[in-house]
């Protein structure tokens, strides 16, 4: 078991407290029972946002909080005892895929984005059953409004 420092557990109490009172078991509940499209509830995530959980894993450098992964797995532990619906976890994973692999444009342009709750992100990389990172399909082609992709993949979360 690690220790946790004073600011881990200062963000462990915050987010049992905060996932009790906004995201209890009632919440995914009403959610499901709903038949939300997207799966969550977009203000719950806006929160999470202002409570800065998307970026604690991320580096100050670049908008984080710089607390790393175990912090991150601190507040997932307490979304998961009560099934808060939320894209907090990829999210965060896709957040540390731009900064490690995306260009100066894209960070600026989805970082803040993703670690606000503006904006979720996904990884989106095998198009087979196997796992092939270097034998990728799927295009991007840029349309009036945005882009549009053309491919299949599989096991997008």
């Known amino acids: 078991m690690a220790v946790l420092v004073e600011m881990q557990s200062m963000v462990l109490d915050t987010a049992r407290e905060w996932t009790r009172e906004r995201m209890p078991v009632s919440a995914f509940r009403a959610l499901r029972d709903a038949g939300e499209p997207r799966g969550f509830d977009a203000a719950s995530w806006a929160e999470m946002g202002e409570l800065g959980w998307g970026g ?7 908008g984080g909080s710089g607390l790393g992964y175990l912090t991150l797995g601190l507040i997932v532990e307490q979304t998961g005892r009560t099934l808060a619906a939320s894209p907090l976890a990829i999210s965060a994973v896709a957040a ?26 996904s990884l989106a990389i095998d198009e087979g059953a196997r796992h092939a990172p270097l034998a990728i399909a799927t295009t991007a082609m840029r349309t009036g409004d945005g882009w549009r992709l053309n491919g299949t993949k599989r096991f997008v979360a």
């Open 56 to 62: 604690v894993a991320i580096p100050e450098s670049h």
């Open 96 to 121: 540390d895929a731009l900064v490690r692999a995306g260009s100066d444009a894209v960070r600026e342009t989805w970082l803040p984005r993703l670690l606000s709750g503006e904006a979720v992100g």
